[in-house]
């Protein structure tokens, strides 16, 4: 059974940067294309960064230039840099397979404050 555990989110001011865990068990994850999503309430998950299994990432427009995704698959972890993090990134935040995607963790609440 695969498992996703997030963690790292937090209250954090606008302008400021947190980082992102997620430790996925249960797969390999170098083999695996992944990424982090968000919600927010009465909104559905919007995908925020990719990074494929060969290390090629993508980023949606609200976040590039200001988010980095990255994996260590040593450790299994994924992780997603948050740099000049602004209100609007205010969400629970779930990272999930990109090629065959399981079932959601219980993420992990970002909160930035104005």
């Known amino acids: 059974q695969v498992q996703l555990v997030e963690s790292g989110g937090g209250l954090v001011q606008a302008g400021g940067s947190l980082r992102l865990s997620c430790t996925v068990s249960g797969i390999i994850l170098r083999i695996n294309d992944m990424g982090w999503y968000r919600q927010s309430p009465g909104k559905p998950r919007e995908l925020v960064a990719s990074i494929t299994r060969s290390g090629i990432t993508d980023y949606a427009d609200s976040v590039k230039g200001r988010f980095g995704i990255a994996r260590d698959n040593a450790k299994n972890t994924l992780y997603l840099q948050m740099n000049s993090v602004k209100p609007e990134d205010t969400a629970v935040y779930y990272c999930?397979?990109?090629?065959?995607?399981?079932?959601w963790g219980q993420g992990t609440q970002v909160t930035v404050s104005s």
């Open positions: 999930n397979l990109e090629n065959f995607r399981r079932p």
